[in-house]
Structures are given as C-alpha cells and as structure tokens.
C-alpha cells in the first residue's frame, strides 16, 4: 500500500482549494452559520454539476466519476480547513456510502444518480435518545402493510436530517435492522433543528409517524451496511479533522510571526516554539492515521479497515481539538473573542470528536478488535 499522492491528486486539491478560497471565505461561514438550512444552493449546485465532486466515488454507470477514497479524502481534507458549510459529509459520505454497502442495484439506480450530480441530498438517520453510535438498541419499527412499508419512531443528531431531501433510516423488522429510504415530504415525517455547538454542521432531530418508506437492500441487513457506512464516516471526519488542524496550525504560527511583545515576535519566545512544535507533532500523527484510513478503504480491506477507521477517529479528532485549543492559547485573549475564527475550529473539533463515536468508543473498539 503506497501512502503517496500523485500529481493528479494534487491537481485536485489545489482546484477544491482555490474553489474554497474564493467561495468559503470566514465571512461566507459566518454568513450561513446564522442560516436556516446552512448552505449555499448555488455552491452546492457549482460543487456538484460543474466540479463534479458530489460523484466522485459514484460508479460511472450511476452518472459519477467512479474514483476512490483517496481522491474523496483529498477533497474533505480542504473542505476540513475551510469549515466549509455544505452537506457534503452527510450526502456523500453517509447517504452514497451506505446505498453502496447496501449491495440493492435497485436502489443505487434510483438515488445514485442524483446525489453523484448533487441535484439530491441526502442524510442518514440511525442514532436514538439514550443510544449510540452502533446501531443497537433501535425502537424505530418497520411494518409491511397494505403493499408498502411504514416507519414509526424517532432519530436525532441527524446531520443535515432538516433540508435533506433523502433519509435513510434504520429501522427493526422481524428479519433484524434494515435500511429504508424515506423521501422528503413523506407523510408523518417531521424534521426539527436541533441547537448544536458546531454551527457549521447542521443537526436534526426526526419524526417518523406511519411514514411510507422503500426498503432498501434485504430485510435483516441493515446493521451490516451501517458498519461498513460507519467505518467510512470514521475515516471522513478523521480526514477533515487533518485539515481542521491544519487551518488552526497556521493560524497560530502566523500570529506567532506578527504579534510583539517586548519588541520582539511572540514566535522568537521558546514557550511560544514548543507549542507550536507540539502542534505539529500532532498534525503530523494525525495526518499520517488519516492517510492509513484514507489508504485501507481504497483497498477495501475489511479487516485493516476496521481498525485503521477506529484509530484514525479517535487520534485525529482528538489531535484536531487539542491543536485548536492550543491555537487559542497562542492568540491569548483575541483567541477567545466570537470576532476571531479560532472558536469556531475548535468547536468543529469538540463536535468531530463526539459524531461517530468519542475517542473513548473508538479506542474501546479498537481493544476488542485486536484481543486487548
């Protein structure tokens, strides 16, 4: 397994950077932090008919490019370092990553198409009151009558779960968990936002009252289309933690250069270089978890995917968190001011290390996958 990047994925990154750049400045984030549905429609629709990235991994039958996890990883990274508001984690690493474990033709060339063009968005709901991050325990049911199948119960801290116009959701039937797909305007279903730390990722919580459903691969095959969907998630946001980290390093290493003191730059004081050597530590051990995750999923290695999902999830959102506090530390009081970007970083970071699974859980897994 070769951990290197070629100049195509290169060319990749600095395209979706200097697309961020000019469309996901701070004041763009600020903008739509204070927004209802958290995006932007018209970079949305430029992300996805244009550059082509909602498809990315899309098979080509499906109307996407057919790549893999690498150059996905590429692209989450930079969206990582610029906030970037926009449901892309949601639809396209939860919504395409778990209709593509679902193994369902079917239902890949119902949906697939429109999520690869991002004229579709979608979400997935799964985590209940009082449950977590594994799937178990659903009180959600499914029951097939009159032709169809109908969904009742609740799902929470559903990203994106407000505007998506594709929920899939895990629900018990008599065969085990299974997946449906719930269209946006379904009959019984209700969407209400929830207040989040991370203002730049939109959460709900879901309703789901006798709401029609279409099932979406086998009846009882739910919960191993939701590992396989989770460990992708994992190995996402420990990427987009990378970039996170990466955007809070330079952050402090640039005010480190222009902040004086004693007519001298902060940066030439020796507690202001270990810190920021420290950060880089970080960065760099996280960067490489990440990478390993990125790598193990482009293989499709079901084993060394699982635990490179887990070790990546735990180190690099903890890296990510522990990077941007410290970035604060370096900007001293400004850093702690709603004017300054730092809080933002670290509030992305305290959410990433929570979404999926804490660091905790993660490690927990990883222990149990190796016979610790």
């Known amino acids: 397994m070769r951990l290197a990047f070629t100049e195509e994925h290169e060319s990749l990154r600095a395209m979706v950077r200097d697309f961020l750049s000019d469309r996901s400045p701070e004041s763009e984030v600020r903008r739509l932090m204070d927004t209802d549905d958290g995006f932007d429609p018209d970079v949305w629709h430029r992300l996805g008919s244009d550059l082509g990235l909602c498809g990315l991994t899309v098979p080509e039958k499906y109307g996407g490019a057919g790549a893999n996890f690498v150059e996905l990883g590429v692209v989450l990274e930079e969206?990582?370092?610029?906030?970037?508001?926009?449901?892309?984690?949601?639809?396209?690493?939860?919504?395409?990553?778990?209709i593509a474990a679902m193994d369902d033709p079917e239902s890949c060339a119902r949906?697939?198409?429109?999520?690869?063009?991002?004229?579709?968005?979608?979400?997935?709901?799964?985590?209940?009151?009082?449950?977590?991050?594994?799937?178990?325990?659903?009180?959600?049911?499914?029951?097939?009558?009159?032709?169809?199948?109908?969904?009742?119960?609740?799902?929470?801290?559903?990203?994106d779960g407000a505007t998506a116009q594709l929920t899939l959701v895990l629900a018990e039937t008599d065969a085990g968990p299974s997946v449906f797909g719930v269209e946006a305007g379904a009959p019984g279903l209700t969407r209400?936002?929830?207040?989040?730390?991370?203002?730049?990722?939109?959460?709900?919580?879901?309703?789901?009252?006798?709401?029609?459903?279409?099932?979406v691969g086998a009846q009882g095959d739910g919960a191993r289309g939701l590992a396989r969907m989770s460990e992708l998630a994992a190995v996402a946001l420990a990427v987009e933690a990378v970039g996170g980290t990466?955007?809070?390093?330079?952050?402090?290493?640039?005010?480190?250069?222009?902040?004086?003191?004693?007519?001298?730059?902060?940066?030439?004081?020796?507690?202001?270089?270990?810190?920021?050597?420290?950060?880089?530590?970080?960065?760099?051990?996280?960067?490489?978890?990440?990478?390993h995750g990125m790598?193990?999923?482009?293989?499709?290695?079901?084993?060394?995917?699982?635990?490179?999902?887990?070790?990546?999830?735990?180190?690099?959102?903890?890296?990510?968190?522990?990077?941007?506090?410290?970035?604060?530390?370096?900007?001293?009081?400004?850093?702690?001011?709603?004017?300054?970007?730092?809080?933002?970083?670290?509030?992305?970071?305290?959410?990433?290390?929570?979404?999926?699974?804490?660091?905790?859980?993660?490690?927990?897994?990883?222990?149990?996958?190796?016979?610790?």
């Open 79 to 98: 969206l990582g370092a610029y906030l970037a508001c926009l449901p892309f984690f949601s639809s396209v690493v939860l919504a395409q990553g778990l």
């Open 111 to 159: 949906w697939l198409p429109g999520l690869a063009s991002g004229e579709l968005r979608g979400t997935v709901a799964f985590a209940e009151d009082g449950g977590g991050w594994d799937g178990r325990d659903i009180r959600t049911r499914a029951a097939f009558d009159a032709g169809a199948w109908h969904l009742d119960g609740a799902k929470t801290y559903v990203v």
């Open 192 to 215: 209400s936002p929830l207040a989040t730390m991370d203002q730049t990722r939109k959460q709900a919580r879901i309703g789901l009252s006798r709401t029609p459903a279409l099932l």
């Open 246 to 291: 990466r955007a809070a390093l330079d952050q402090a290493v640039e005010y480190a250069k222009v902040r004086v003191q004693f007519g001298r730059p902060i940066g030439s004081f020796q507690a202001i270089k270990h810190r920021c050597a420290d950060m880089l530590l970080r960065l760099e051990t996280a960067r490489s978890a990440a990478y």
């Open 295 to 372: 790598w193990a999923a482009t293989e499709d290695d079901a084993d060394e995917l699982s635990l490179a999902a887990s070790m990546a999830k735990a180190h690099c959102t903890e890296a990510f968190a522990w990077v941007a506090a410290e970035n604060i530390q370096v900007h001293g009081g400004i850093g702690f001011t709603w004017e300054h970007p730092a809080h933002l970083y670290y509030k992305r970071a305290v959410s990433s290390e929570l979404l999926f699974g804490d660091p905790a859980h993660h490690r927990a897994l990883l222990a149990d996958k190796i016979g610790v």
